[in-house]
Nanobody, 121 residues
Framework: VQLQASGGGLVQAGGSLRLSCAVSGRTFSVYDMGWFRQAPGKGREFVSAIDRSGEITYYSDLVKGRGTISRDNAKNTVYLQMNSLKPEDTAVYYC???????????????WGQGTLVTVSS
């Protein structure tokens, strides 16, 4: 399974970005998916997750109310819409597939390479 994240970039505080993660190699619709981020000098943080049907979603308190996760199984892609961005949202954002435990904020079987989001003040 290969995951390719995209959509990062430089945005001003208060702006929005939509991150995409294209999945190839296996049937996308069988995987529950997650987004994580890692800021410079910090550990990896859970951001959001979505089940294989797209009906169940989870958000960390870091983005709750500002982020929306979605997926298009026909396009093998999961999205993360981020609004009202803050400088502290600056990080490399990673997508991941197939949680390895029942806690979807923890480990996943497959990871993408990440896309950098920089929020200027």
């Amino acid at each position: 399974v290969q995951l390719q994240a995209s959509g990062g970039g430089l945005v001003q505080a208060g702006g929005s970005l939509r991150l995409s993660c294209a999945v190839s190699g296996r049937t996308f619709s069988v995987y529950d998916m997650g987004w994580f981020r890692q800021a410079p000098g910090k550990g990896r943080e859970f951001v959001s997750a979505i089940d294989r049907s797209g009906e169940i979603t989870y958000y960390s308190d870091l983005v709750k109310g500002r982020g929306t996760i979605s997926r298009d199984n026909a396009k093998n892609t999961v999205y993360l819409q981020m609004n009202s961005l803050k400088p502290e949202d600056t990080a490399v954002y990673y997508c991941a597939a197939d949680p390895t435990t029942t806690d979807w904020s923890k480990g996943y079987s497959f990871w993408g390479q990440g896309t950098l989001v920089t929020v200027s003040s």
